[in-house]
């Protein structure tokens, strides 16, 4: 999957359950900075940031 369309999906699928990005940085122990910031485009973050992040909402991410 490209990086991009990764960031899409990790962030769609956090609007669609309905999480916060401050409720996800306090489940997932990322960073609320860290989240926002890749989910604008911005940053760059680790395979570990991304798997944290997308585990937390249910998601199976491979690289």
């Given at each position: 999957?490209?990086?991009?369309s ?7 699928r ?18 609320l ?23 937390t ?7």
């Amino acid at each position: 999957m490209h990086f991009n369309s990764l960031i899409y999906s990790l962030k769609e699928r956090r609007e669609i359950l309905n999480v916060t990005q401050e409720t996800l940085a306090d489940i997932s122990g990322v960073g609320l900075r860290t989240l926002k910031q890749f989910e604008r485009g911005k940053g760059n973050p680790t395979a570990k940031t991304l798997n944290k992040s997308g585990n937390t909402l249910g998601m199976e991410l491979t690289f």
